[in-house]
C-alpha cells in the first residue's frame, strides 16, 4: 500500500509541476463549427496587394471581450460600421459610426481597441501617411454589452484628434493594445514608408498622452550592393504577455534602393526583436540591454547592436509586418516569410518571386534563451502575410492566405507543421483578420475574410469559426 502511494504521490506531482508536458496534452487541430456574414457586399478595391477590410496590420479588426465579439469594416457605400454579436451566435447587430472611407487605398484599416479601465471601445481608422479619424464609445459600454443598446447614439462623433491631442500630420498602422492595468496604448508609425518611426500614445480613462517616439529613422546602413541613410522599422506586432512585457519583433525597409540586388525588389532585411518592461517607455534588445527610451533623442537604431534574431540580407523579398503571438510561459514567437537562397539569391520582382517561391518561417525563443526557426512546409502561393496564433496547449497555429490552416505542436519542439486546413470553399481572397482575443477566452479560433471579386465590385465578408483542442 505504501509502494502505490508513494508512486501516486509522484505522479500527480509531474502532472502539477510547471513546465512538465502531459502525455494528455493534445496536438493542433481545427474544426470548423459555424461561419456568419458580416456584410453580404463589403467594400473591395485591390490596393498595395491587399483589401482595406482585411490587413495583417489592422490589429484588432476582430476582438472578443466579456462574452461578446466585435468586428469593423466598411460597407459597399463606404461607411464604417462597428458590428457585435453574443459568443457563437449567428447574428451581428450593427453601428455606422458616421465616417466614410476618404480614399481607395488599402491602408486606410479601422482599429479596435478596448480601455478596460473605463470599458469604452476606441476606433482608429482611415489614415496613410496623413490625418487620422477617432471614435470612442460612452463609458461601460464593453462592461454591460447585455444591458445597453447598440446604437449610434452609444458613439461620440468622429474626431481627428484624441480628444484633442494631435499626434503627427503623418500617420499610418494604428494598433491599440491593453495594458496590464487596464489603460489602453495606440502605436503608430510617424511620417512615410522608408523614413518613419514608431511611437506611443496612452489612454488612462480621461486623458490621453503622447509618450513619444522609440524607433529611429537614421543611420547608415550597409549592404554588399549600397548603403542607406534612412528607414522605417516595421512592426511584425506589439503585445503584452501574461507577465506584462511588451514585446515587439520587427524588420528594417531602408530608404535608398541601392541596397538592393535588383529594383523589383523589396528592401526589407533582418528580423529584429526588442521588449520593454516598463510598459513601453524604454526598449530592451535581446541580451536585456537598453537600447531606446521612448520620447527621447535616444531611440531604437539599426545601428544598435543585439537588435537581429535571424539576419537577412535585401535579396529575399523579406515581407514586412508579418505576425508574433506570445506563449504560456510569455516566450514570443513570430511568423516570417520570405523566398529561401535556395530559390536563387536575387529576387527581381517581389510579388511575383514571393508568390512562386515564397516560404513561411516559425521564429521562437525556447526556455533556455535560444531563438530557434524553423520552415513551414506549406508553399505561400501568394505574396501576402501570415498569422500566427498559440493555443491554450502552446500548439502553434500559422494562417496563411486564403484561409489556409497549417499546426505545429509544443511536444514536437514545433517540427512537425502540417496542413490542418486548405480553405477550399471559402473563395478568400488573400490575407485575413485573426481574432488574437478569442483563443484565450473560449478555445475558438475566428477568421475574417472577404471573398475575392473584381475591379470595385463588392463582395461578401465573413467570420468563420474554429474549435481549438479541448
Request: glycine share 10%.
Amino acid at each position: 500500500m505504501k509502494r502505490r502511494t508513494v508512486l501516486a504521490s509522484a505522479i500527480l506531482a509531474a502532472v502539477a509541476t510547471p513546465g512538465i508536458a502531459r502525455a494528455a496534452d493534445p496536438g493542433p487541430s481545427v474544426t470548423q463549427t459555424g461561419s456568419t456574414t458580416l456584410d453580404s457586399q463589403a467594400v473591395f478595391f485591390v490596393s498595395y496587394d491587399g483589401l482595406v477590410n482585411n490587413n495583417s496590420f489592422q490589429k484588432n479588426g476582430l476582438l472578443t471581450y466579456k462574452g461578446y465579439q466585435y468586428a469593423v469594416w466598411y460597407t459597399a457605400d463606404k461607411n464604417a460600421v462597428v458590428g457585435r454579436r453574443v459568443l457563437g451566435g449567428s447574428t451581428w447587430s450593427t453601428v455606422q459610426v458616421g465616417h466614410t472611407l476618404k480614399a481607395s487605398d488599402s491602408h486606410n484599416v479601422i482599429s479596435m481597441g478596448v480601455s478596460k479601465v473605463d470599458g469604452r471601445l476606441h476606433l482608429n481608422m482611415d489614415s496613410h501617411s496623413d490625418g487620422f479619424t477617432y471614435v470612442k464609445s460612452v463609458a461601460g459600454l464593453m462592461d454591460n454589452p447585455s444591458g445597453l443598446s447598440w446604437t449610434a447614439s452609444r458613439f461620440g462623433a468622429p474626431q481627428s484628434t484624441l480628444d484633442g491631442l494631435a499626434l503627427t500630420s503623418q500617420f499610418t498602422y494604428p494598433q491599440f493594445i491593453s495594458t496590464p492595468e487596464g489603460k489602453l496604448q495606440l502605436s503608430y508609425r510617424v511620417a512615410v514608408s522608408g523614413n518613419g518611426r514608431n511611437a506611443l500614445a496612452e489612454y488612462d480613462g480621461s486623458t490621453w498622452t503622447a509618450l513619444g517616439e522609440w524607433s529611429s529613422s537614421t543611420g547608415t546602413y550597409t549592404s554588399t550592393h549600397g548603403s542607406s541613410t534612412a528607414r522605417n522599422m516595421y512592426l511584425h506586432g506589439i503585445d503584452y504577455d501574461k507577465n506584462g512585457r511588451l514585446h515587439s519583433f520587427f524588420t528594417w525597409r531602408e530608404q535608398n534602393g541601392a541596397v538592393m540586388c535588383s529594383s523589383g525588389g523589396i528592401t526589407n532585411h533582418d528580423t529584429g526583436y526588442v521588449y520593454s518592461d516598463d510598459r513601453g517607455r524604454t526598449w530592451r534588445n535581446n541580451a536585456g540591454t537598453v537600447v531606446g527610451t521612448t520620447g527621447s533623442s535616444d531611440t531604437v537604431a539599426v545601428t544598435d547592436s543585439g537588435l537581429v534574431i535571424d539576419s537577412l540580407n535585401p535579396d529575399h523579398s523579406l515581407m514586412n509586418q508579418e505576425s508574433q503571438f506570445t506563449d504560456s510561459s510569455g516566450l514570443p514567437h513570430a511568423i516570417i516569410s520570405y523566398v529561401p537562397g535556395r530559390f536563387g539569391q536575387c529576387t527581381t520582382n517581389y510579388v511575383t518571386d514571393r508568390t512562386a517561391n515564397g516560404r513561411a518561417f516559425h521564429v521562437r525563443k525556447n526556455s533556455s534563451g535560444t531563438w530557434q526557426k524553423t520552415e513551414i512546409p506549406v508553399a505561400l502561393n501568394s505574396s501576402q502575410r501570415t498569422k500566427l496564433v498559440l493555443d491554450k496547449y502552446d500548439n502553434a497555429y500559422a494562417i496563411f492566405p486564403f484561409g489556409r490552416i497549417a499546426g505545429a505542436s509544443k511536444s514536437s519542439g514545433y517540427t512537425d507543421w502540417t496542413l490542418l486546413y486548405d480553405g477550399s470553399g471559402l473563395n478568400a481572397f488573400g490575407e485575413v483578420v485573426i481574432d488574437e482575443t478569442r483563443v484565450a477566452q473560449d478555445n475558438v479560433l475566428s477568421v475574417l475574410y472577404q471573398e475575392k471579386s473584381s475591379g470595385t465590385t463588392p463582395s461578401a465578408l465573413h467570420v468563420v469559426d474554429f474549435a481549438l483542442p479541448a
